[in-house]
T-cell receptor, first 113, second 111 residues
């Protein structure tokens, strides 16, 4: 079946450090790929997405590139801030009447001043 | 613009008591609606989805049920809560596109 694998957390970084959160997927078709962010006590917010191979999604300084050859969608940010502390979920979606979204287990990021 | 509401925000219930969580969406019509559960320290598990009024599909067997009495209203229920029902419940919607949009969630603690 479809699945998403994320790196285990928590990830602790100093402010202004470079961030990479790895995400790989397996899917039977051609999925769309997403990163969602969940701030403490809140629901999930869409951070960025990519719908086809080699697309790059970007938002708020974060970016991720859809790599079909390596089935990956790694999240990166050049300089993290304390306000980026949150849980990040990688997800894939395959349409079929309704959107079946498969989520990774989430990676908690803590940025310290 | 579209908005999604969930209530209550937090709920503490004894084992064996009933449950009703409500989700409503504004600013769209005939959305697909979803209920997810997020257990502590874990990812999201899809519980139910609905593509229309009265149409409910269950992804996993469990102690919970869902109903969609109106186009933009989705309700999660239980007749008797279990300890294992504790978690963070998220409602989401989409319009048949690729992106799901999530509500603020309900934190349920069963004691």
């Amino acid at each position: 079946g479809d699945s998403v694998t994320q790196m285990e957390g928590p990830v602790t970084l100093s402010e202004e450090a470079f961030l990479t959160i790895n995400c790989t997927y397996t899917a039977t078709g051609y999925p769309s790929l997403f990163w969602y962010v969940q701030y403490p006590g809140e629901g999930l917010q869409l951070l960025l997405k990519a719908t086809k191979a080699d697309d790059k999604g970007s938002n708020k300084g974060f970016e991720a590139t859809y790599r079909k050859e390596t089935t990956s969608f790694h999240l990166e940010k050049g300089s993290v801030q304390v306000s980026d502390s949150a849980v990040y979920f990688c997800a894939l979606s395959l349409s079929g009447g309704y959107q079946k979204v498969t989520f990774g287990t989430g990676t908690k990021l803590q940025v310290i001043p | 613009s579209q908005t999604i509401h969930q209530w209550p925000a937090t709920l503490v219930q004894p084992v064996g008591s009933p449950l009703s969580l409500e989700c409503t969406v504004e600013g769209t019509s005939n959305p697909n609606l979803y209920w997810y559960r997020q257990a502590a320290g874990r990812g999201l598990q899809l519980l139910f989805y609905s593509v229309g009024i009265g149409q409910i599909s269950s992804e996993v067997p469990q102690n919970l049920s869902a109903s969609r009495p109106q186009d933009r209203q989705f309700i999660l229920s239980s007749k008797k809560l279990l300890l294992s029902d504790s978690g963070f419940y998220l409602c989401a919607w989409d319009q048949g596109g690729e992106t799901q949009y999530f509500g603020p969630g309900t934190r349920l603690l069963v004691l």
